[in-house]
């Protein structure tokens, strides 16, 4: 079979989710805008096409917050090296590339728990708790302490620490009396979330002065992470190469390395593994261990790179996301690496379809769970599309 | 096609072997079982030891602190009757009731029954931590018990919920979705149409439409469970930010829903002290209660509880004998969903504010622990829900009285209570054995 069909044939359900979780997000947007739905009794075609008008309008604002507006690439074109227009015409696809790096990490992170069986939500848990470790690292060997390139390793390897940690309870607790990670970990997410704003309130090593927001210091005055763009004003650090890095590292340990093929065994079948001999309780214990390294590698460059400040809702929605990613990329590094770009894209995007259409990025959320719902269920999506009025064989019914 | 397909098919398996129905296997030798208990009973021993001897401790450090406390006599914000106990007594009380735990696990070993123990204890406990941490000052109770209600009336209900579907075999992660919107579209019904009891009507609809999709994805596709459940756990939260931000906040008139107030139980609510306390609440508290003793009579009294167990413990040998599992599982989802989206839109209602975004702030999970304290019991459960409750109220009241402790460390503890019980520590739990998997009725 020639490799572009299997490719293709490969991306189809995810490409096909995307934009049917996509489109059902501009219905959305037409029937939840209450001029339209004021006028749709009256007016029922005048109210339809304003609709659709201000649904074109908003996804319009996402590509052009995601990929950068036509008109200023091309001013930068005709203008040579003009650095300040260059500027502005990359910043688009720059920033989408930036939010595209927190959801890389934990994105390959949910992924290895994936593949060994073991539904790790605690995404942002242990995001969060990486951000915490790299933010510790940089205000102790941070700001002249140690030299630069030391202190950025010790960020990352207090990061890895932190995350691998939180991950490390749920993991221990799975593999030894059995309990459902799904629970644990949702649970250590609110206590992560808690822990950070107890550190960020109290404790005035962290605490941002004159000590009134709960937030920390700002941490770019201590480590501040290489930019590795030729120009200056746009923020692409490190944190990118760092990311894809692992990538290649989780793709080499998960299909080419033993313990990889232990855990891939355990995760398709624990029996299995348990009766070739691979032992399931450290199976279970180390994909949680790498799993939620790799999510803290992620948030403590973020946290350290990127925000430059820690605050207790530093992970956002990151774990939900990263759930969608890990999914939609079929939990291969490569596919979860494409999957956050795009995710990225869509996610800087919607900040500026928020700020000019004043519609609320919230719809990314729902966005991803139609696209969960489509990736776990491919008869479902591929249903829809084929032939959206017959029914399906009954096969799959009962 | 067929490629993505296979790898589909193949993640729900993976997962499907580890959800937390495999917390012990059935069937695996009874000794070994035994043993365990045992081990758990001991551990349970040296837990309570732990409580008993810290409780001594306190007890010997509060002599001459008096805890004082207030209930409002006659109505909520009416007058109220001082009254005050020197904390040490309290502690006494306390150390003593966890000196007779320990040695009552001790000496009964497996069969002691230490769920209700606990739940006779704790109360005591946070009373007494209270009037602790008070210091000397005043503490309202009766708002505490109604601040203890208010947090466990969602959570008890939604425990409810998923009990009656994993009970079924279907694992409910998405209460807390179905809260969320259960708490939105109860708003807006009850604001739209001003009648009271919209609210609740049509948030439980709500609950039960998302309910169904959810057993229509797990049971029709075969979708993980838990993949089904994040799934309206994360639509929830998406669709209800975004509707409140584009439509409740710029058109508040949607939002102003018709509270459902207190009632007053006519002469009971009279009664000095304990008629603002159980007589005067909201209907949802006695529809709570109802709920519990209904469904708690259902499940193990009746042929559809039976049938319902077997639904989720072997469906196979429920299918044999002739129950329609299929059809039983998305009516029990549909009661599920019911029951969560009432317990939502209470959340909307109660208040003054009505909804907001991410207004159920996790409660769905806290009731998933409480089925799992509660061990798939009904009214162990609401015993959970209630101890969770009164962890949160003598936050809020420590809190509002600018008591000097980091209010982080209280507002976690439901959710490291959660995961000890989780983690089964203080003994192992057992979930009904097929909750989780699909079925292929034949």
Redesign the interface.
């Known amino acids: 079979m020639n490799r572009i069909g ?1 490719m293709a ?2 991306l ?2 995810p490409a096909l989710s995307i934009f049917v979780a996509l489109f059902i997000g501009a219905l ?1 947007i037409i029937f ?3 001029e339209v739905l004021g006028r749709l009794l009256s007016d029922p075609i005048g109210a339809l096409g304003l609709g659709v008008g201000r649904a074109a309008t908003a996804y319009s604002a996402l590509l052009r917050g995601a990929f950068g507006d036509p008109e200023t690439i091309g001013k930068a074109l005709a203008s040579g090296g003009d650095v300040q227009l260059w500027a502005r015409a990359l910043r688009p696809i720059v920033e989408s590339v930036v939010a595209s790096v927190p959801l890389i990490f934990v994105g390959l992170g949910v992924s290895v728990a ?1 593949r060994t ?3 790790n ?1 605690g995404g942002a848990g242990q995001y969060t708790m990486g951000a915490v470790g790299g933010t510790l690292a940089a205000l102790i060997f941070g700001g002249g302490v140690t030299p630069a390139p030391i202190a950025i390793i010790l960020v990352m390897i207090f990061g890895l620490i932190g995350g691998a940690l939180w991950a490390f ?1 749920p993991g221990f ?2 593999a030894r ?8 970990t ?3 997410n ?2 992560a979330a ?2 950070v ?2 550190l960020v ?2 404790v005035e090593f962290i605490q941002k002065p004159p000590r009134i927001q709960p937030v920390s210091k700002e941490l770019s005055q201590f480590v501040d992470l290489p930019g590795i763009l030729p120009i200056e004003s746009l923020r692409l650090d490190i944190g990118i190469i760092v990311a894809l890095l692992t990538a290649v590292a989780v793709s080499w340990f998960l299909f080419r390395s033993t313990r990889g093929f232990e855990l891939r065994t355990a ?5 299995a593994a348990k009766y070739a001999g691979m032992g399931a309780a450290s199976s279970i214990i180390t994909a949680m261990l790498i799993s939620g390294a790799i999510s803290g590698l992620g948030g403590a460059l973020v946290a350290v790179g990127t925000v430059k400040q820690l605050s207790p809702g530093i992970a956002g929605s990151v774990g ?1 996301t990263a ?2 990613i890990a ?1 939609v990329g ?2 291969r590094p490569s596919g979860v690496v494409a999957t956050a770009l795009v995710f990225g894209l869509l996610q800087h995007g919607g900040s500026l379809m928020q700020v000019t259409t ?3 990025i ?9 696209v ?2 489509f ?6 999506t ?1 249903g829809i599309v084929k032939n959206p009025f017959v029914r399906r064989s009954k096969s ?3 | ?1 067929s ?3 296979k ?2 098919k ?6 499907a ?4 129905t ?3 296997p059935q069937n695996a030798g009874d000794s070994a079982e035994a043993h365990q208990q045992q081990v758990a009973a001991r551990i349970r021993a040296g837990l309570f030891a732990i409580f008993a001897a810290v409780s001594v401790f306190i007890t010997s450090g509060s002599f001459g602190v008096d805890g004082n406390f207030a209930f409002w006599s006659d109505s909520i914000g009416g007058e109220q009757v001082f009254f005050s106990v020197p904390v040490a007594l309290l502690w006494g009380i306390v150390s003593f009731g966890f000196i007779a735990i320990t040695l009552l696990q001790l000496l009964r070993g497996a069969k002691f029954a230490w769920r209700a123990s606990i739940g006779i204890i704790a109360p005591a406990l946070v009373i007494a931590l209270l009037a602790r941490l008070l210091d000397g000052t005043t503490a309202n109770l009766t708002v505490f018990f109604t601040s203890t209600l208010s947090f466990a009336i969602p959570v008890g209900i939604g425990a409810l919920a998923g009990i009656v579907s994993e009970r079924s075999g279907i694992l409910n ?1 998405a209460v807390e979705g179905k809260l969320l919107s259960g708490a939105m579209v109860g708003s807006i019904a009850s604001s739209i149409t001003g009648v009271a009891i919209a609210g609740p009507v049509a948030g439980a609809l709500i609950g039960a439409l998302l309910s169904l999709f959810l057993a229509w ?1 797990g049971i ?2 075969k ?2 469970q ?3 459940g ?3 756990n ?2 929830a ?3 209800t ?3 409140y ?3 409740l906040q ?2 508040s008139e949607y939002n102003r829903p018709i509270g459902i107030d207190t009632v007053d139980i006519p002469l009971l609510s009279h009664i000095p002290i304990l008629g603002p306390i159980f007589f005067s609440l909201s209907p949802y508290f006695y529809a709570s209660v109802g709920l519990i003793l209904f469904f708690t009579y259902m499940i193990y009294r009746t042929r559809w509880g039976l049938r319902l167990r077997a639904a989720g413990e072997q469906p196979s040998a429920a299918g044999t004998v002739g129950v329609d599992v ?1 059809k039983l599982r998305y009516r029990a989802m549909l009661i599920a969903g019911l029951l969560a989206g009432f317990a939502g839109s209470y959340i909307a209602l109660s208040g003054t504010g009505g909804f907001g975004i991410n207004t159920s702030a ?1 409660k769905g ?1 806290i009731a ?2 409480a089925v ?1 304290f509660g061990a798939w019991n009904p009214i162990y459960a609401f015993g959970a829900a209630l101890i969770f409750g009164m962890t949160s109220a003598a936050t809020t009241l420590l809190s509002g009285l600018g008591v000097s402790l ?1 209010p ?2 209280l ?2 503890m439901p ?2 209570v ?2 000890i019980v ?4 203080i003994g ?1 739990v057992r979930a009904p054995a097929s909750a989780g998997r699909p079925y292929d ?1 034949g």
């Not at chain 1, 009396?177 to 644990?184: F, L, M, P, R, Y």
């Not at chain 2, 193949?10 to 997962?15: A, F, P, Q, T």
């Open positions: 299997a044939s490969k189809r359900v959305f939840t805008d209450v994936f069986g073991i539904f939500i309870i607790l799975k009396v059995g309990a459902s990670e799904v629970i644990t949702i649970m250590l609110f206590i808690q822990f704003f107890f309130s109290n995760g398709l079948n624990i029996a939900f759930i969608a999914l079929g939990t004043s519609i609320p919230e719809m990314l959320l729902f966005i991803q769970a139609l969960i719902a990736i776990a269920a491919p008869e479902l591929l799959v019914t009962k | 096609m490629r993505t397909k790898s589909s193949g993640r729900v398996k993976e997962s072997s580890s959800t937390p495999d917390v012990a992660i994805l029709r596709y979708v993980d838990i993949i089904a994040t799934v309206i994360i639509g939260l998406g669709i930010s975004f509707a931000l584009r439509i710029p058109y299929v996790g999970f998933l622990a799992i980091p982080q460390i507002l976690s959710y490291i959660t995961i989780v983690a089964g520590l192992r009725q």
